[in-house]
């Protein structure tokens, strides 16, 4: 077999006639070898010839040793010798017959080896087709599981950089803390304001309708306090950190996540969970009770605007009536559920954010579960602490 030349590709002549055109022709040699020998001119617009229409002929007889191909009668190619010389090379893969590929010109078998690099997604396809009831069930039901079990095991990570963090021993910047810390404080006072005082507003109208019928309308101070102080307080401030803080971890996260600088993080021997986990679940914890406390004045105060300019109460009635109402153990257990609150927000946020996929939806995708997954186990927990302060009467 004689070699060939360096024939790259070119486009189709003017002058291309139906006698030059691609041609195929299968010759057995000695010892059974056969030869594929294309000549002519190989394109696209005088039709793609398959692989296919040459396998009786490969496979007629005796299995050969060796295919080997020939295209020294080549006059130019494109694509469509591509994928003939590939479909080829899949039939005798398939039939495990050796292919050698020595007589083609080296641009082509170039191509060829880089289209070999990239193996096909052989379950692309699969996506599309229609899976029976049960396999969406158990697969949705492990997947469920997979998640738990990972979730677990973020959480045993964030304890021991925690206990790291405690010895003096965790590495993170400073100033990285203190800008956390900022962030999830007096930047959110703004939006905690207007919320907690629509809730202490809303919860003095809802109790005025039925208290005035009683004659017992100072009794609307009692309401919101303690309402504000036990549990809409916390609940309010957690769920809005939930939609503004843990959505901001997961997307700043999820982002460093894309661009591999948490990867990076650890190939210099730097803890993720110490540098970028810490500041934010310590930011957290140290916030939420302070904005929690800030949160029930703000709701007593705009429950004392519907006393004092609905009700006609006196603002130092008012003012009385609430601290009566509010206990210390009903002001310490607000404050200890909003820590724990704050603590499941930025688990939520920060697990999201390192589960984040490599794309710039996904970074979407991690900041709208976090917000989902937070919220859901702020309200579980709530539910949690109902019983829990139900049993020992607190």
Not at 14 to 36: F, L, M, S
Not at 129 to 157: E, I, T
Request: with cysteine; glycine share 12%; charged share 15%.
């Amino acid at each position: 077999m004689s070699e060939s030349g360096n024939l790259q590709p070119a486009a189709p002549a003017a002058g291309d006639t139906a006698a030059n055109r691609h041609q195929v022709e299968v010759v057995r040699g000695e010892g059974g070898k056969v030869v594929v020998r294309v000549s002519g001119a190989w394109h696209l617009r005088h039709g793609m010839p398959l692989a296919a229409s040459i396998e009786s002929a490969l496979t007629a007889g005796a299995r050969p040793p060796q295919v080997a191909v020939d295209a020294t009668g080549v006059t130019g190619w494109d694509s469509s010798l591509v994928s003939f010389i590939v479909g080829l090379a899949e039939i005798c893969h398939t039939r495990q017959i050796p292919l050698n590929r020595e007589g083609l010109p080296p641009g082509l078998d170039r191509l060829i080896e880089l289209a070999e690099t990239v193996p096909e997604n052989k379950d692309a396809g699969l996506s599309d087709r229609p899976r029976p009831f049960v396999v969406k069930v158990g697969s949705s039901f492990l997947a469920y599981f997979d998640s738990v079990g990972k979730f677990v095991d973020f959480v045993g990570m964030v304890t021991l950089a925690l206990v790291s963090f405690v010895r003096g021993r965790a590495r993170y910047r400073r100033s990285d803390l203190v800008e956390v810390i900022q962030a999830c404080g007096a930047n959110a006072l703004g939006i905690v304001s207007l919320i907690s005082y629509l809730v202490g507003v809303i919860l003095a109208y809802m109790g005025a309708v039925q208290l005035q019928q009683f004659g017992a309308a100072i009794y609307v101070a009692d309401l919101v306090g303690i309402g504000m102080v036990r549990e809409m307080g916390a609940m309010m401030t957690a769920i809005i950190m939930a939609g503004r803080t843990g959505a901001a971890f997961a997307a700043q996260l999820g982002s460093m996540k894309v661009t591999q600088e948490i990867d990076a993080l650890s190939t210099m021997g730097i803890s993720p969970m110490e540098f970028l986990v810490v500041p934010r679940m310590i930011a957290l914890i140290l916030m939420m009770p302070l904005l929690c406390l800030y949160s029930d004045f703000v709701g007593i105060l705009g429950g004392a605007t519907v006393g004092v300019g609905v009700l006609g109460l006196s603002l130092t009635a008012y003012w009385h009536q609430s601290m009566h109402a509010v206990t210390m153990t009903a002001l310490v257990g607000g404050l200890v559920k909003s820590v724990v609150y704050g603590v499941l927000i930025a688990l939520a946020g920060c697990y999201q954010g390192f589960e984040c996929g490599k794309s710039s939806s996904a970074v979407g995708e991690a900041a709208t579960s976090a917000v989902v997954s937070a919220i859901v186990m702020i309200v579980v927990a709530c539910g949690m602490f109902a019983v829990l302060f139900n049993i020992l009467n607190i």
